[in-house]
């Protein structure tokens, strides 16, 4: 039985705009449900044309999504840690390894660090940003959607990071990456772990880019319907990432055992039924505080709150907050609501704040409490939305 939830409209986000209302080659606004592959445990976005239309047009912009980019606040906090992995698994490998290919290489952030370390390294995407940042620091990148002619030959190494959360069909995608190994080749993976909001049913996670919301689970499922045999899963160290290094499998790529039992069916139904409580909660929580003109209303990581809000139709009258000063003073679109920092935060303080991070929220929670005591009530996302204890 195909499942779905749908969740109507949502902001589509793919930018930080330098003012309300600021034009765009895109909808404002997309449709969203959340879908399920029963083969592969994994929950999905359900295709939809107007939204695969939409990405395909951004990721053509001159604009990078994503993290890995010199001079990004966070560049070096994600790249880091998965540097770390990717040393880490290569030396446990036994074999020499001299060339890598980043399927999906952005800003070049990883491979300047292999080329750096005395790799071969290529990249290949789509994004003109990537195309420049090759060009800049002398790294040969292949500009088109993956799978793209290359002349690059046979790689040691093909990695993606913060990619396979955004094809439609991942095991297909990984499938293709035998053509681009050589013998004794492997794949290594960094893709967001969903798996806490997935537990919680935390519509948080959504972002019409992300086509896909893994946990181990999927990921394991995934990465061997592709052909390729897990070798190790980890969660990050820093951010909420897993992290995957695989080979390719004695077996001939193709489709591995259906795990459609009805405890795969059961991960969809318990997912919906919490995600529904979580909204009601979070509903429940915020409409008496936008209620009651006493209320300051804030949120910190406001990205994570854009579901709820939308959900409630709640484009304008909140503040929201981020210590990146990359998107400080800056609009998502749809809502008219200016992204502030810390300082402005004490400079102006809020009467209730909700910070909306899972993995950083007890760092941010702490940071606001030291500065304002009593002064600002504030809660985390998990807190509103958490499971009673049974």
């Known amino acids: 039985m195909h499942r779905t939830f749908d969740l109507g409209e949502l902001p589509f986000y793919w930018r930080m705009a330098d003012r309300h209302g600021a034009s765009a080659p895109v909808p404002t606004l997309l449709p969203f449900a959340f879908g399920f592959e029963a083969r592969t445990r994994l929950i999905t976005q359900e295709p939809n044309p107007r939204v695969l239309e939409a990405l395909r047009r951004t990721y053509l912009e001159d604009h990078n ?47 300047s660090a292999l080329k750096g370390e005395g790799y071969r390294v290529f990249g290949i995407d789509p994004s003109p940003v990537a195309a420049r940042c090759g060009r800049e620091i002398g790294i040969p990148v292949a500009v088109g959607f993956y799978p793209v002619a290359h002349d690059f030959g046979k790689m040691d190494v093909v990695l993606s990071s913060g990619v396979l959360e955004h094809v439609p069909d991942p095991a297909t995608f990984l499938r293709r990456h035998h053509e681009d190994l050589g013998p004794e080749g492997r794949i290594i993976i960094s893709t967001p772990d969903s798996a806490p909001s997935i537990e919680l049913g935390d519509p948080s996670m959504i972002l019409h880019e992300h086509i896909s919301y893994f946990d181990e689970d999927s ?30 499998s004695n077996a001939s790529p193709g489709l591995t055992k259906a795990a459609d039992d009805q405890a795969a069916l059961d991960k969809f139904a318990r997912f919906s039924e919490r995600l529904e409580r979580s909204l009601d909660l979070f509903r429940g929580c915020v409409k008496p505080l936008l209620d009651d ?24 009258g909140v503040r929201f907050f981020d210590d990146d000063p990359g998107v400080h003073g800056k609009y998502f679109d749809g809502f008219d609501v200016p992204v502030e920092n810390f300082q402005d935060l004490q400079a102006r303080p809020v009467t209730h704040m909700i910070v909306m991070s899972l993995p950083h929220a007890p760092v941010i929670v702490r940071k606001i409490r030291a500065s304002f005591g009593e002064q600002v009530l504030v809660k985390s996302l998990a807190e509103i939305v958490a499971r009673p204890e049974k």
């Open 65 to 111: 999504i994503g993290y890995l980019q010199e001079g990004h606040a966070l560049a070096d906090k994600y790249g880091q840690d998965f540097l770390g992995f990717i040393r880490r698994v290569l030396a446990e490998r036994g074999r020499p390894v001299a060339s890598v290919m980043d399927v999906g290489c952005g800003g070049c952030y990883i491979l």
């Open 219 to 248: 990921l394991r499922h995934v990465v061997s319907e592709a052909g390729f045999d897990v070798l190790a899963i980890e969660k990050a160290e820093y951010g909420q990432s897993l992290y995957c290094f695989a080979k390719p």
């Open 293 to 316: 003109p006493a209320v300051d209303l804030g949120f910190y990581v406001p990205l994570r709150a854009l579901p709820y809000l939308s959900t409630m139709k709640v484009f304008e």
